[in-house]
């Protein structure tokens, strides 16, 4: 199986400030059509995961442009240009591209 | 409006069975794979098992295989897990979602879960 791994564990953040997450996959995510299937969720407290975005960089629909995705390969990442209060929970990436779907352990965004 | 919503959780003793279900609204249920996804508590996710459109194919994750299945009812809009000898280590919140999971259908719409817990 493809192991995510995420990084930091834990990121505590000054609102209004940046934020980064790493996930990186123990096997290339680049599939044969060309596309690298590499999803982000967000999961706030107590409430079901909300997916962000989908193929490295597209936002889905609803999702504050302070989101943004890059990457390629086996490193991407995860950036918020100015932290808000409504970002605090913890958030995923999962690979898509070869069977079994597979979730990083999750990066805890919380505010300083 | 898109939803999902689970029911059918609850507290089970270790080896006792649960049927899970996952009603649709607001989409095409029919033109869709879906997926169980779990969550053990305090823990991450964990995809569980998908099915396709028509219900011909099918897929679980290794700790799960032989014990549940998966099905769905396009008449009813509805997505089914059938858990059967469950283990203390099944216990977590289920979410239906849609999509397989895989190379375009990873899990844009979640329901709200149902949780199932495994204790003697």
């Known amino acids: 199986d493809v192991v995510m791994t995420q990084s930091p564990l834990s990121l505590p953040v000054t609102l209004g400030q940046p934020a980064s997450i790493s996930c990186r996959s123990s096997q290339s995510l680049v599939y044969s059509d060309g596309n690298t299937y590499l999803t982000w969720f967000q999961q706030r407290p107590g409430q079901s995961p909300r997916r962000l975005i989908y193929k490295v960089s597209n936002r889905d629909s609803g999702v504050p442009d302070r989101f943004s995705g890059s990457g390629s390969g086996t490193d991407f990442t995860l950036k918020i240009s100015r932290v808000e209060a409504e970002d605090v929970g913890v958030y995923y990436c999962m690979q898509g591209t070869r069977w079994p779907p597979t979730f990083g352990g999750g990066t805890k965004v919380e505010i300083k | 409006e898109v939803e999902l919503v689970e029911s059918g959780g609850g507290l089970v003793q270790p080896g006792g069975s649960l049927r899970l279900s996952c009603a649709a609204s607001?989409?095409?249920?029919?033109?869709?794979?879906m997926s169980w996804v779990r969550q053990a508590p305090g823990k991450g996710l964990g995809w569980v098992a998908n099915?396709?459109?028509?219900?011909?194919?099918?897929s679980y994750v290794d700790s799960v295989k032989g014990r549940f299945t998966i099905s769905r009812d396009n008449a009813k809009n509805s997505l089914y897990l059938q858990m059967n000898s469950l283990r203390v280590e099944d216990t977590a919140v289920y979410y239906c979602?849609?999509?397989?999971?895989?190379?375009?259908?990873?899990?844009?719409?979640w329901g709200q879960g149902t949780m199932v817990t495994v204790s003697s």
């Open positions: 607001g989409f095409t249920f029919s033109n869709r794979w």
């Open positions: 979602a849609t999509g397989g999971g895989l190379r375009g259908g990873e899990f844009e719409i």
């Open positions: 099915i396709k459109q028509d219900g011909s194919d099918n």
